[in-house]
Nanobody
Framework: QVHLVQSGGGLAQPGGSLTLSCAFSGGAFDDYAMGWFRQAPGLEREYVGSINWSGKSANVEESVKGRFTISRDNAKNMVYLRMDTLKPEDTAVYYC?????????????????WGQGSQVTVSS
């Protein structure tokens, strides 16, 4: 079955950058759209962005547009979230997830498999 393993979380200063990685196994990676979500303490898990099966089309939510970039490398079964110009309000646990769709999707209910989460803390 599909399994996702994340890496790359940590502490960053405001204005800094981090890149999260997510390794996919157990299925045909190019059958899946991939998404990133985040959850801050006391809040619901929210959509950050997603990317289609090939990497040609991606979407990010408005609050991170221009700062966060999603990419994938299908030869390595990897998906990435590059976070630039980080703000304290970006502090959250970030999750990668796989959806059995070819197009990018933004509905959390369409994601079947989840990574273990990566803590991102933005603080001076």
């Amino acid at each position: 079955q599909v399994h996702l393993v994340q890496s790359g979380g940590g502490l960053a200063q405001p204005g800094g950058s981090l890149t999260l990685s997510c390794a996919f196994s157990g299925g045909a990676f190019d059958d899946y759209a991939m998404g990133w979500f985040r959850q801050a303490p006391g809040l619901e898990r929210e959509y950050v962005g997603s990317i289609n099966w090939s990497g040609k089309s991606a979407n990010v939510e408005e609050s991170v547009k221009g700062r966060f970039t999603i990419s994938r490398d299908n030869a390595k079964n990897m998906v990435y979230l590059r976070m630039d110009t980080l703000k304290p309000e970006d502090t959250a646990v970030y999750y990668c997830a796989a959806a059995n769709f070819l197009t990018w999707v933004d509905d959390i209910k369409l994601y079947d498999t989840w990574g273990q989460g990566s803590q991102v803390t933005v603080s001076s």
